[in-house]
């Protein structure tokens, strides 16, 4: 099982078992389904009904039928597993990743950043740290098998100081 942070179950919703999860995750649409298992605290918590209510992604979970169910699951982290779903590659296959203009090691991606925009890779490398946008006009390519990405570097694109 390879779990992937897609929210946080910040809230209770009435008393009959409804949570409310704040998510930012990119496949929402394919994870929220009836039927589906989301994991909190490491259980699995099959959905039952999925609504969308201002912000939130509402959820009730099979064999939860009353708000003292759910109580215990206010504030944590909610997974999925990866192997249930067919995403592609997503932000956490590229954590880890070496990145490359052409043959020149630049550094490792160490984490992303939701900007304004789009995404954003932060590459470490050494004592500096890249920003680069997670577009097609920078990645030029991503190889998960060989955990390479390859970027289109333009000027001023890498902090070079």
């Not at 160490?110 to 920003?131: A, T």
């Not at 946008?133 to 694109?157: M, T």
């Amino acid at each position: 099982m390879r779990l992937v942070y897609i929210g946080e179950l910040v809230n209770t919703h009435g008393l009959k078992g409804e949570v409310r999860i704040i998510s930012s995750f990119k496949y929402k649409e394919d994870v929220f389904k009836k039927d589906n298992n989301l994991y909190i605290l490491n259980n699995p918590l099959k959905i039952k009904t999925y609504r969308v209510h201002k912000n939130y992604d509402m959820v009730t979970f099979e064999g939860i039928n009353c708000i003292e169910d759910v109580l215990m699951y206010k504030g944590e982290e909610v997974y999925v597993d990866r192997d249930e779903f067919d995403f592609g590659v997503i932000n956490d296959d590229l954590i880890g990743l070496d990145v490359y203009d052409d043959d020149k090691l630049i550094g490792k991606v160490d984490s992303i950043m939701s900007g304004p925009n789009q995404e954003i890779l932060v590459i470490k490398s050494n004592n500096k740290k890249h920003l680069v946008p997670n577009v097609l006009n920078f990645i030029k390519k991503v190889d998960i098998d060989e955990k390479k990405i390859y970027i289109n570097v333009i000027e001023g694109l890498l902090d070079e100081n």
